[in-house]
Structures are given as structure tokens and as C-alpha cells.
């Protein structure tokens, strides 16, 4: 019995990641591709202050620099430290982690094109509360003292190339594939296990642990239990960006309201591992305030979603017994996900005879990011890391001798 649980359990988890191949392999390359051609000193100097009109373009940046929770959080830092406003800053890294092209497209492929839709929506509602709040919620005498702590490790930005010249050199595009197999490697254990406790969750937890668990039938107040609940849950997963969806599918299955799904998957930001990380870019005072703003932003943006979208009157999606079908079929899904591994070694091979001698380019030992070398949030020696936290893992007993 115990076999035959953790097979369907696996079996649930794979053939979640074969509907879903096809849609991270264009979101990994199309976010690639973005990365080599955006210059981070455009979007540094663009983000000098909190006006509707810099959000608006803290959170486009965001969205073109797709990237894991770890590697939003010290790219943000470093825009603030190199002089972009806080609140921006902060928007960008939201952006950057829950408004990306591949979330949406999982999210649409696993639990119904309303929370694609969701995220959309309930991303612009999360990013205009938080230029509202974020200014008056943490003091200007506390962001002066973190940006100047932070200032004081930081060297001048290297001028890259205009995007126009980047994107019609070989080396233009090998930077984009390098950047898209290096974003894969960052997030290859997120994925693994979102997709692996998610096929176990929705196999194995009976369905009245969850209706035990997430307030029905009770109106407002079950909706807003369950978007309250949704970022609790995100903090004790450990499990960030796109690795997210498969377990808020598995949360959709089991009970949790259209709100609850959307809070859960913008939390990504708040999990306990983030947490020491703002600790120690920006103190202790400031994340405690930054905890608290990021779950009533979120919990509130999926509240207001889910009552937007019953007074539009768009259904919610249909809440299935199974999150994936199980065994292969020739369908559109087949075909594409059969395309997009063709597509991804044209990628891999571009990016293994690429031109690396140029020395603008290192890669994370850790978690195996490309990191520009110019904007390395954390050096060890000779080692570059796309945040503190691979930096101090590089730096426990297990990588001393790396």
C-alpha cells in the first residue's frame, strides 16, 4: 500500500512537469533572452524615486528580469544601494518573481487561465498598494541608515553596450542562452521539489485534512481565512518562484479559495529564508515591517480579486480530482513539450561554444547562475554569487574545500 501511495505520488509529480514542459522552456528562454539585453544600468538610473509613473516602470524591469526569489532580493538591494528609490526597488523585486511570463503559462496549464489571469491582475493591485504603503509604513530615517550601510560595499556600476548592439552579435545571444540554462540550474531544486511535495500533496492528503483546514461556506469569512492563510503556508514551504505553482495546485484541489491560491503564490517573497536575508540588507526593524506589508498586500490583493472577479462574474475554474492527467498521449502537449526540448538544445549547444573570454561573465558556484560580473551582488575570492545567501552557503563546511 505504502509502494503503491508513493508511485502515484511520483507519477502525479512527472506527468505535472510534462504538461507544464513546454511553457517553462519558453518562459526560461524568452526571460534569458530579456537578461542579455536589458542593461541593469538603464533600469538603476530609471528608478530614482516613487512616482506612478517610475512604479509603472520598476514593475516592467521587474517583469523582463524574471528571476528566483534569492536572485530578486540582491538585485533589488542593489539597485537601492546604487541609488534607486526603496519603494521601487521593492517593486521591482515583486515584479521579478510573480508577474513573469512562465508562472503565468504554468499556472494557466495546471489550474485554469483565471489564475493566469489572476496574477496579472492581482500583481498590479499588490504593486500599486505597495507605493502606497511602503512609503508611509517604513520611516525615511530607517531606509536613509540601510541605504548608507549598504552604499558603503558597493563599487561603480561598468557601462554595458546598448541593447540595439547586444542583439545582433553571437555574443549577444550566447549571453541569453548562457542565461537561460544558468536560470534553469538556479531553480532546478525549486522546481523539483514544488513539483515532487505537490504530486505527493495531491495523491496522498485525503481531501478532509484540506476542507479541515481552509474555511468553505462561511462567506467573507472564509475568504478571507483563506488569504490569510495562503502566505502562512508560502512561508513555511521554503519553495520560491515558479516552484510555488504546483503546490498552489495541489492547495486549488484540496479546498483553498481562487483568493487563497493567488496570496499563497505571491508569497514566494516571505518565506523564512528571505526573511534573514532582508535582516541583514536592511536590519531587523525594517524587515519586521516589511513582513507585515508584504502579507497584508498580498492577502489583500487575492481578497480583491476574488471579489473582482465574481462581480465580473468570470467563473472560477473547475476544481479537479487530479491536477494532471497520468501517461503519454500524442497531443498538442506532447508535440510542444517534444519541440521545446529541440528548441532547448539548440539553447544548450549555444551556450556550451559560446565566448567567454571577454571576463564580463562568472558563474554562481552554488547554485549555478550566470552573474554579470560588473553588478555581482557578493564576491568570495575569486567567486561570484547572484545573492548573500549562495554566498554563505559557499562558505559552510560542505563548500570549504571549493
Known amino acids: 500500500m505504502l509502494l503503491h501511495g508513493l508511485g502515484h505520488g511520483l507519477d502525479e509529480a512527472f506527468f505535472m512537469f510534462w504538461e507544464t514542459l513546454w511553457a517553462l522552456a519558453a518562459g526560461f528562454v524568452l526571460s534569458g533572452a530579456v537578461q542579455a539585453f536589458v542593461s541593469r544600468d538603464e533600469m538603476r538610473t530609471a528608478l530614482g524615486d516613487h512616482a506612478p509613473r517610475t512604479i509603472a516602470k520598476a514593475g516592467f524591469f521587474g517583469v523582463v528580469s524574471s528571476s528566483c526569489s534569492y536572485a530578486a532580493s540582491a538585485l533589488a538591494k542593489t539597485l537601492f544601494a546604487r541609488g534607486a528609490d526603496f519603494t521601487a526597488a521593492l517593486v521591482f523585486m515583486v515584479a521579478s518573481t510573480n508577474l513573469v511570463v512562465e508562472l503565468g503559462i504554468v499556472l494557466w496549464l495546471l489550474i485554469g487561465w483565471q489564475f493566469a489571469l489572476a496574477e496579472v491582475v492581482g500583481g498590479v493591485i499588490m504593486i500599486a498598494l505597495l507605493a502606497l504603503v511602503v512609503p508611509r509604513a517604513i520611516p525615511a530615517s530607517w531606509v536613509e541608515r ?126 523564512l529564508p528571505l526573511l534573514g536575508i532582508y535582516r541583514r540588507y536592511y536590519g531587523t526593524a525594517i524587515t519586521l515591517r516589511l513582513l507585515a506589508v508584504f502579507w497584508a498586500v498580498m492577502s489583500t490583493a487575492g481578497l480583491a480579486v476574488e471579489y473582482l472577479f465574481r462581480a465580473l462574474r468570470i467563473p472560477d475554474p473547475h476544481r479537479p480530482t487530479v491536477i494532471a492527467a497520468t501517461g503519454f498521449h500524442w497531443d498538442a502537449t506532447t508535440f510542444l513539450d517534444l519541440a521545446a526540448l529541440a528548441v532547448f538544445a539548440v539553447v544548450y549547444r549555444l551556450h556550451r561554444t559560446r565566448d567567454t573570454g571577454d571576463g564580463r561573465y562568472a558563474r554562481d558556484p552554488v547554485c549555478g547562475m550566470q552573474v554579470e560580473i560588473a553588478h555581482a551582488p557578493a564576491r568570495r575570492g575569486d567567486a561570484y554569487f547572484c545573492s548573500d545567501h549562495c554566498a554563505a552557503r559557499y562558505e559552510e563546511p560542505a563548500h570549504a574545500g571549493h
Open 146 to 271: 540601510a541605504h548608507a550601510r549598504l552604499a558603503e560595499d558597493q563599487h561603480e556600476p561598468v557601462a554595458s553596450e546598448p541593447w540595439t548592439q547586444r542583439i545582433r552579435s553571437r555574443r549577444g545571444w550566447g549571453d541569453a542562452s548562457s542565461y537561460t540554462v544558468s536560470d534553469l540550474t538556479m531553480l532546478r531544486s525549486e522546481l523539483l521539489i514544488g513539483f515532487v511535495v505537490a504530486g505527493f500533496l495531491a495523491a496522498l492528503v485525503p481531501g478532509g485534512f484540506w476542507q479541515s483546514l481552509f474555511l468553505t461556506g462561511h462567506g467573507f469569512a472564509s475568504s478571507l481565512e483563506n488569504v490569510v492563510l495562503g502566505p502562512f503556508l508560502a512561508i513555511l514551504s521554503f519553495v520560491c518562484s515558479v516552484g510555488n505553482v504546483p503546490l498552489a495546485a495541489a492547495l486549488w484541489k484540496g479546498g483553498i479559495s481562487v483568493g487563497g491560491v493567488v496570496s499563497f503564490v505571491f508569497a514566494d517573497l516571505i518565506t
